[in-house]
């Protein structure tokens, strides 16, 4: 079953606004939350990761925010730009099944200019 | 610096045959981990090899199999093919200690 949810599908932003992407998941013993990025043709690249004792995480333009209490943990791309057009995908693992990924379905996302 | 490398990029296969995908991990990384993306989904984790042994197993069948060489490097084995079995078949590589993966760029796998 599919053990994170993540929505939207799809988004379309325009050039300099912000991205918000959502994920759920259910598994407490989940310790580590990253957040990839895939252009097509191209395997997933790493964008930024989290760990349950931290509430936020920020990394230039990048922000995690997570809430352990509601298992949410969300993106969000400020100044969003036409180059920030692609797929993303939230994941959680955890250390005792070796940190394999557990991904979402991801989010497309269209920076119009 | 070379990333994870896979080979081939693209292959087509016909069903029941059987299929042997190749991956290089980037250079110092020890753990070597295989996942199946189907067109618009996200990865599925298939299995995990760390010191030439499979550590972790996803929900997938003994029709998925693999092996890590002494060098790092792994292959992913499948047999019998089956038209659902056509995706991007990605490789990700992480330092001992884990901090995070590196994929490579995937083999995509078409069944015919």
């Known amino acids: 079953q599919q053990q994170v949810k993540q929505s939207p599908q799809s988004l379309i932003v325009q050039k300099g606004g912000i991205s918000i992407i959502n994920c759920a998941y259910e598994n407490t013993a989940f310790d580590y939350f990253p957040w990839y990025q895939q252009f097509p043709g191209k395997g997933p690249a790493l964008l930024i990761a989290i760990r349950p004792d931290v509430s936020e995480k920020k990394e230039g333009r990048f922000t995690i925010s997570f809430n352990k209490s509601a298992k949410q943990f969300s993106l969000h791309i400020m100044d969003s730009q036409p180059g920030d057009s692609a797929t993303y995908f939230c994941?959680?693992?955890?250390?005792?099944?070796?940190?394999?990924?557990?991904f979402g379905k991801g989010t497309s996302l269209l920076v119009t200019p | 610096d070379a990333g994870v490398t896979q080979s081939p990029t693209h292959l087509i296969k016909t069903r029941g045959q059987q299929v042997t995908l190749r991956c290089s991990p980037k250079s110092g990384h020890d753990t070597v981990s295989w996942y199946q993306q189907a067109l618009g989904q996200g990865p599925q984790f298939i299995f995990q090899y760390y010191e030439e042994e499979e550590r972790q197993r996803g929900n997938f069948p003994d029709r998925f199999s693999g092996h890590q060489f002494p060098n790092y490097s792994s292959e992913l084995n499948v047999n019998a093919l089956l038209l659902g079995d056509s995706a991007l078949y990605l490789c990700?590589?992480?330092?001992?200690?884990?901090?995070?993966?590196?994929f490579g760029s995937g083999t995509r796998l078409t069944v015919v």
């Open positions: 994941a959680a693992s955890m250390r005792n099944s070796g940190y394999a990924l557990n």
């Open positions: 990700a590589s992480s330092l001992p200690g884990f901090y995070g993966y590196t």
